[in-house]
């Protein structure tokens, strides 16, 4: 029990053995030794016995990179010739398939055709909801 106490200012000798942790050190030392030699020999196994085959060439799989984004400079100007190209193509005669004989014709002779063949027309007052009539 007189080993339990101990005096002030000295220090525990039971504890750490270095003979335990020289030799633990020298055994990490050669086992990393082994493994380095064992990897260099499998290294040197595998390059002699498992040929590649030629090199890859370094152009094989190039991709080009993708077109960066097409920004509207002017994006008020180019919706305003969208929309006049639009509204020139409704106000126009003009071919669609001119080997198959399909037309364009303007909008407004459009619909006065479409009336005078007799086709339905929406009337102008729309119909009243059900239940607000009185």
Same mark, same amino acid.
């Given at each position: 029990?007189?080993?339990? =106490? =101990?005096?002030?200012?000295? =220090? ?18 050669? %086992? ?18 498992? #040929?590649?085959? +030629? ?6 799989? /190039? #991709? ?7 920004? @509207? ?16 193509? %409704? $106000?126009?005669?003009?071919?669609? $398939?001119?080997?198959?004989? /399909?037309?364009?014709? +303007? /909008? ?10 007799? @086709? ?5 007052? +729309? ?8």
């Amino acid at each position: 029990m007189a080993s339990e =106490h =101990h005096a002030p200012g000295r =220090h525990e000798l039971t504890d750490a053995s270095i003979s335990g942790l020289v030799k633990f050190g020298i055994g990490l030392f050669l %086992l990393i030794v082994a493994v380095l030699v064992g990897m260099r020999w499998m290294f040197n196994y595998f390059s002699a016995t498992q #040929q590649l085959g +030629p090199p890859a060439s370094p152009f094989a799989e /190039i #991709q080009t990179a993708p077109r960066g984004p097409v920004l @509207q400079v002017h994006p008020a100007v180019e919706l305003r010739d969208l929309r006049q190209g639009e509204k020139d193509k %409704l $106000d126009s005669y003009g071919w669609v $398939d001119q080997k198959a004989g /399909i037309v364009r014709i +303007p /909008i407004d002779r459009a619909m006065d055709l479409l009336v005078k063949s007799g @086709q339905p027309v929406r009337n102008s007052n +729309p119909p009243k909801p059900a239940g607000k009539q009185k």
